[in-house]
């Protein structure tokens, strides 16, 4: 009855009051409810509470009683206990700062316990209170721990995809850590310290080039560089506490950034490949700062989800492409109906790579932009120039409409690789490299692709001329040339005389 009754609802502060009354020589203990809002220091109430009630019995009860033996073996340890639970771990600071002011708090629970151990009978000696509370740091960062990971939890569920442009270069402060790494090194292995511009570092080293990434991505990264901050002010135990706490978070962006169906929608599905880069680049440079948070394993990983993503991506749009390439079910023009066939074809072709162009332009990093687009292009005109290279008759007329809706796709090589310049001075704008110029670099085949398109319109002397020239070398392989020329034109000597060249020469 005393246990449940009287002991609990007061550790559980159910607004049970206790007061002692002295009245003709008789010790009178009080229950009653409380009135009145609760008190803003919850702790201190239920603390002096407990005081007159175990004192009460202290000084009421004789001390033989079995009752203090329970008291002290069964009851305090379960109110201890609740008092932690229901106050003590939510006092515990989530700041630094905090820490001192919970020393009052510890304080308070030392002294009550100190009273209890001297009423002798009631407190068999166990102090679970000033247990706890002597071991507070250790409790601060266990709260801040789940406190964080329950910050980064929030972060990746957030529904949404909010996106923001990211154009980071190193800041002073990363190349004077990096310099104080170096001459740590130099030190360590007894030689002269070395600076930074002898190293002849790469210009662009830690720069994270300008894409679009999801503020989820970018609140992560802060959530990352706050903590390291707050490390930088606790001992050394304490600090590896907080840099599993960056793992833990990271091993959670890893199993949750990627969605159930990451590459349904190309915007979304870069933005997210930006986004491990962005993590991973990150990963480098807070490793950079301080080499003891090891987060440097996580960069082959980040990179690996990365590259997943984006081979996902180039992989469903490239077989959306040759669906659209085969649609036609050849390129033979010669039948009725056949050429608005092949034109919507190519039209869709063009269409999917002018959109994806669109999308991806602004929100991949220029030289990933360029790779990318090059690739689909590359895997495009590969499947044309197959078509072509497959037919076995081309008719004259034929062969003129091929050469213009080939001509017609070419041009979106060009706008492809053209981007806009915001350049203030035309010196900047002269050191743009110039779209054709990229077209050769990220587009493989392309010298095949437009040779064969010149081949469909060019006479057969001309076409006998570049190849004495040499001009198809590298490009287009004999057997092909000849398959060209087979289709192209008619029986003659002359083409007789340029067949048996190919096969001789």
């Keep these: 009855m005393l246990h449940k009754h009287v002991l609990l609802p007061v550790a559980k502060l159910e607004r049970v009051v206790a007061s002692r009354q002295h009245e003709n020589g008789v010790s009178d203990l009080e229950l009653a409810l409380a009135s009145g809002r609760?008190?803003?220091?919850?702790?201190?109430?239920?603390?002096?509470?407990?005081?007159?009630?175990?004192?009460f019995l202290a000084e009421t009860v004789v001390p033989s009683i079995p009752i203090f033996h329970v008291l002290g073996s069964i009851s305090y340890p379960q109110i201890a206990e609740l008092v932690i639970s229901q106050y003590l771990e939510k006092l515990i600071p989530d700041d630094l700062d905090g820490l001192k002011e919970f020393e009052i708090v510890a304080a308070k629970c030392r002294d009550f316990e100190a009273r209890l151990a001297d009423m002798g009978t009631v407190f068999n000696g166990d102090r679970p209170l000033s247990r706890y509370v002597e071991h507070a740091p250790l409790h601060f960062i266990i709260k801040k721990h789940h406190k964080l990971v329950s910050q980064a939890r929030d972060i990746l569920f957030r529904k949404g995809v909010d996106t923001l442009q990211v154009d980071e270069r190193p800041s002073r402060h990363l190349q004077d850590a990096l310099q104080e790494q170096v001459t740590a090194l130099c030190r360590a292995a007894q030689v002269e310290p070395i600076s930074l511009p002898v190293l002849d570092l790469p210009p662009n080293l830690f720069h994270f080039p300008k894409c679009t990434i999801s503020s989820k991505a970018r609140d992560l990264t802060k959530l990352l560089e706050g903590i390291l901050a707050d490390v930088t002010s606790l001992n050394t135990s304490a600090a590896k506490h907080l840099y599993k706490t960056l793992h833990t978070i990271l091993e959670l962006a890893l199993a949750l950034l990627p969605p159930p169906e990451p590459y349904a929608i190309p915007h979304l599905a870069m933005v997210l490949y930006n986004d491990c880069m962005w993590i991973m680049h990150q990963c480098i440079i807070l490793h950079a700062k301080e080499r003891e948070t090891g987060l440097v394993r996580f960069v082959p990983e980040f990179r690996n989800l990365a590259c997943k993503i984006w081979g996902q991506q180039m992989t469903s749009q490239c077989q959306q492409l040759s669906i659209h390439i085969r649609s036609s079910n050849g390129f033979d023009c010669h039948l009725p109906g056949r050429l608005p066939i092949v034109q919507k074809a190519l039209k869709r072709a063009e269409l999917l790579i002018t959109q994806l162009a669109k999308v991806w332009k602004d929100t991949l990093p220029r030289h990933v932009y360029c790779q990318t687009l090059g690739d689909l292009l590359s895997h495009t005109i590969t499947a044309i120039c197959g078509e072509v290279l497959a037919l076995e008759d081309i008719a004259e007329q034929e062969s003129v409409a091929l050469w213009n809706m080939l001509g017609e796709f070419a041009k979106i090589v060009d706008v492809t690789f053209t981007f806009e310049t915001k350049a203030v001075d035309q010196a900047s704008a002269q050191s743009e490299t110039p779209p054709e110029q990229?077209?050769?670099?990220?587009?493989?085949?392309?010298?095949?692709?437009?040779?064969?398109?010149?081949?469909?319109?060019?006479?057969?002397v001309k076409i006998h001329q570049?190849?004495?020239?040499?001009?198809?070398?590298?490009?287009?392989?004999?057997?092909?040339?000849?398959?060209l020329v087979m289709a192209l034109f008619a029986e003659t000597d002359t083409r007789r005389g340029v067949l048996r060249d190919l096969e001789t020469s």
């Design 438 to 460: 990229l077209a050769n670099i990220y587009v493989r085949n392309l010298k095949r692709f437009s040779l064969i398109t010149e081949i469909l319109n060019m006479p057969l």
């Design 466 to 483: 570049n190849f004495q020239a040499h001009v198809y070398d590298g490009a287009l392989e004999r057997h092909e040339l000849r398959r």
């Design 38 to 55: 609760p008190s803003s220091n919850e702790l201190d109430d239920v603390l002096e509470s407990l005081s007159v009630i175990l004192t």
